[in-house]
């Protein structure tokens, strides 16, 4: 799948290819400007790195069971690479590699100065107790770290489909007290940590802020919504139905309810919900939180036959659970105008070839859901620098603030002859008075996600994709590690 948007994108870009080295190589004749950038899009396309571990792990009733777990880095044109891990049954060699070419163009995309990686135990959690799972996560780290394959340096972990803060603790812990013990940035090996062990505010959420964002990015230009039929523009009002209802999912439902619109149905490997006046999402969560499914909860009609409910109308589908969930069979289904990939790979290239000629939108998660990593990005440099993201500023800036009041009120007594006393409205006085990491994240994100989205817009005209995002999302993904890599050189020894 990765493969085939990777070279119809390739596709895509054709001659810009040259133009782009023409200048830069102008000694070079066209034979071997063309040999030097398929060379470089040879690079690009590969994955040249996979571990493959086993190892024993005691269970609790003394029985040892031999774990398989992997770990792929693709493109080292920049490093740290960076990718989450998962705990799934369905995890295999191909799966990280795939995951982690993913990851390198997902980054690139949108401007993370990180190579692709992506990592996976092939269990399934709720088949472990808390401490055999401690124990998995220990030694699947200690195998990746005594092989270098993992640091601060070279490759950084996060969560990713049944991880959690607790387990990326469980893989700092590991590294903090073996080989990581002399290094003074070893926190910055994992990302979406817990808060009280250096991880930033605004990470849990990041993934699903990201891809309500983005919709609303995307939504608000309205010379390319035209080109959908009976969308119109704006998020107020858009039904929204998501598939999957964990990190990801239960976060986009949360921000997209914030930017006006409202969430008419959820589903879950097991259940179901739909009202078409709107869920409680909040109330959703809560129950989700306490009784770690969502089944149960009744707050709201169940919705059968529960896994038909991604074919229901809406405006915005969602997929935020696992790959390849919309494929060639069943695409034509679908009845959304728009769909934002909260999960990596929810649709087979050919269900995406069936959309966008059904001039279905497809938000792809190469920019969707983003969010993830660009807020893991915001945490690395937090622990590489050691100083939380506002440390230095808040006090300074409001004392700035104070002192520009001041001034404006001395101002106008003499012009005026008279005091006026100007204060901060309430909201801005609030803001300074509460300013935290999590205010300067959440900005950052989302200024982010609005300039990688028009940037897509803009590729899209630049390329004749009409609503074509993905290849628009990979063409300046594939241009950004393209040109990367060129100036780097090819020649390493
Ligand atoms: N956690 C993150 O920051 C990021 C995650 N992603 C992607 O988002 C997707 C979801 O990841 P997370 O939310 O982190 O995982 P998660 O494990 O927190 O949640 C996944 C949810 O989907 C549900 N689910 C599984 N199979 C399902 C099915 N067939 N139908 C309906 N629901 C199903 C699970 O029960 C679970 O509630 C994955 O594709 C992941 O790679 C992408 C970017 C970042
Ligand atoms: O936050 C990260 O570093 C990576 C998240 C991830 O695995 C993804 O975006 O698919």
Known sequence: MVGYNFHRAVGAIGENFEDETRKKWFRLDHKERCRRISTIVKMIDTCPAVV???????????????????????????????GGIRFSTHINQNEVMALAALMSYKCACCDIPFGGAKGGVSIDPKAYSERELEKITRRYSYELIKKHVIGPAIDVPAPDVNTDPRVMAWVMDTYLRTTGVNDIDNVAIVTGKPIILGGILGREDATGQGVAYAAQTILEDEAFIQQIDGLKPGMTGKTVIIQGFGNVGASSAKYFCQLGAKIIG??????????????????????????????????????????????????????????????????????????????NGPITPAADVLLLSKKILIIPDIYANAGGVTVSFFEWLKGINHVSWGRLQFGYEKENTKMLFESMNESLKDALGKAIDMQPSSSFARRLKEASERDIVSSSLNESVREIGNELIAAAKKYRLGTDLRTAAFVNAIMKIFKTIDESGLNYF
Request: hydrophobic share 35%; glycine share 6%.
């Open 52 to 82: 493959h571990l086993q190892f024993p792990v005691k269970m609790d009733d003394g029985n040892y069971e031999i774990i398989q777990g992997y770990r792929a880095h693709h493109c080292g044109h920049r490093v740290p690479y960076k």
């Open 266 to 343: 959820v589903q879950e490997y097991n259940v179901s919900y739909y009202d078409p006046n709107g869920l409680k999402v909040d109330e959703m969560i809560e129950y989700q939180t306490e009784h770690k499914t969502l089944k149960g909860y009744q707050g709201a009609k169940e919705f059968q036959p529960f896994h038909d409910l991604i074919f229901e109308n809406c405006d915005i589908l969602v997929p935020a659970a696992v790959e390849k969930i919309i494929k060639k069979s069943n695409a034509d289904r679908i009845k959304a105008k728009v769909i934002a990939e909260g999960a």
